[in-house]
């Protein structure tokens, strides 16, 4: 079981345990995310995870269709797509995932609150890439054990952290791919400055992953001095798909 949690984290733990199972045989190959940001480094361009949302406990809402907005983030440049497929609060789906999958040659990235095996199974099955594992919802030892399924399929989970604590304990299982969330699980609030801190504690060889309330390519440009490796912008994209040029290159 998940770690105790209260409110609308309980209920949305509570829906994807109920989720139903989908099997399907993939036939694509799983791409590599950390490999992909590197190239991009080198090349001088950034990094971009553009994720598809269409709605968010937050009070976001954008309705676009998932394939064209897809293929403009590939066409714009993007590294990969990040796909909510949390269906109870983010009006997520997993047929959004298998539309995307199928229809793009970057990286895709199920964003969902993962608490069992079954979810990462399904993620490989409808064409995913890899998964988000969010620090906050998990116990160590299930944190760990999420992370070494993901990578038996050759996928290298995002793992996700809010504050110190999270981090200390994706640093201590092994996590290679992490992901600094700077909205608040509980109050939803933004707070870049703590996530900024959290950066700084980040040792090298791990690739760090910005999450959330990204606006701008300057913004990017600080993180990416301040040792941010990559990216992930839903919000902004969602509301103008155009940006994702000028995110790339700025
Ligand atoms: O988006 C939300 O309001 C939200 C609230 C609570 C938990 C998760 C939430 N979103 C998932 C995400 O992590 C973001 O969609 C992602 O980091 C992109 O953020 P943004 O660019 O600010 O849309």
Same mark, same amino acid.
């Given at each position: 079981?998940?770690? +105790?949690?209260?409110?609308?984290?309980?209920? %949305? /733990?509570?829906?994807?345990?109920?989720?139903?199972?989908?099997?399907?045989?993939? =036939?694509?190959?799983?791409?590599?995310?950390?490999?992909?940001?590197?190239? +991009?480094?080198?090349? #001088?361009?950034?990094?971009?995870?553009?994720?598809?949302?269409?709605?968010?406990?937050?009070?976001?809402?954008? !309705?676009?269709?998932?394939?064209?907005? &897809?293929?403009?983030?590939?066409?714009?440049?993007?590294?990969?797509?990040? %796909?909510?497929?949390? !269906? &109870? /609060?983010?009006? $997520?789906? +997993?047929?959004?995932?298998?539309?995307?999958?199928?229809?793009?040659? @970057?990286?895709?990235?199920?964003? !969902?609150?993962?608490?069992?095996?079954?979810? @990462? !199974?399904?993620?490989?099955?409808?064409?995913?890439?890899?998964?988000?594992?969010?620090?906050?919802?998990?116990?160590?030892?299930?944190?760990?054990?999420?992370?070494?399924?993901?990578?038996? +399929?050759?996928?290298?989970?995002?793992?996700?952290?809010?504050?110190?604590?999270?981090?200390?304990?994706?640093?201590?299982? $092994?996590?290679?791919?992490?992901?600094?969330?700077?909205?608040?699980?509980?109050?939803?609030?933004?707070?870049?400055?703590?996530?900024?801190?959290?950066? #700084?504690?980040?040792?090298?060889?791990?690739?760090?992953?910005?999450?959330?309330?990204?606006?701008?390519?300057?913004? @990017?440009?600080?993180?990416? =001095?301040? $040792?941010?490796?990559?990216?992930?912008?839903?919000?902004?994209?969602?509301?103008?798909?155009?940006? @994702?040029?000028?995110?790339?290159?700025?």
């Amino acid at each position: 079981m998940p770690r +105790y949690l209260d409110g609308w984290l309980k209920r %949305v /733990v509570d829906n994807a345990l109920k989720r139903p199972y989908v099997s399907k045989s993939r =036939e694509k190959p799983v791409l590599q995310i950390i490999p992909r940001i590197e190239e +991009y480094k080198k090349n #001088e361009l950034n990094p971009i995870i553009a994720e598809f949302k269409r709605r968010s406990p937050s009070g976001f809402s954008e !309705d676009r269709d998932p394939i064209t907005y &897809s293929k403009q983030m590939e066409k714009g440049g993007a590294l990969a797509l990040s %796909v909510i497929t949390e !269906d &109870s /609060v983010f009006q $997520g789906s +997993y047929t959004f995932l298998e539309k995307i999958s199928t229809s793009v040659n @970057i990286p895709v990235l199920m964003k !969902d609150f993962v608490v069992t095996e079954r979810q @990462i !199974d399904v993620a490989y099955n409808l064409g995913a890439d890899t998964v988000l594992l969010i620090t906050r919802i998990l116990t160590e030892r299930e944190l760990s054990s999420l992370v070494e399924y993901s990578r038996s +399929y050759g996928m290298e989970p995002l793992v996700e952290v809010h504050d110190e604590n999270d981090l200390a304990i994706a640093l201590r299982i $092994g996590a290679k791919l992490v992901g600094i969330n700077s909205r608040d699980l509980v109050t939803l609030e933004v707070n870049k400055e703590k996530a900024l801190k959290l950066l #700084e504690r980040i040792p090298s060889n791990v690739t760090k992953v910005m999450e959330s309330g990204i606006e701008s390519g300057e913004e @990017i440009r600080y993180l990416r =001095e301040k $040792g941010a490796d990559a990216f992930l912008i839903g919000s902004s994209l969602m509301k103008e798909p155009d940006k @994702i040029k000028d995110f790339v290159r700025s």
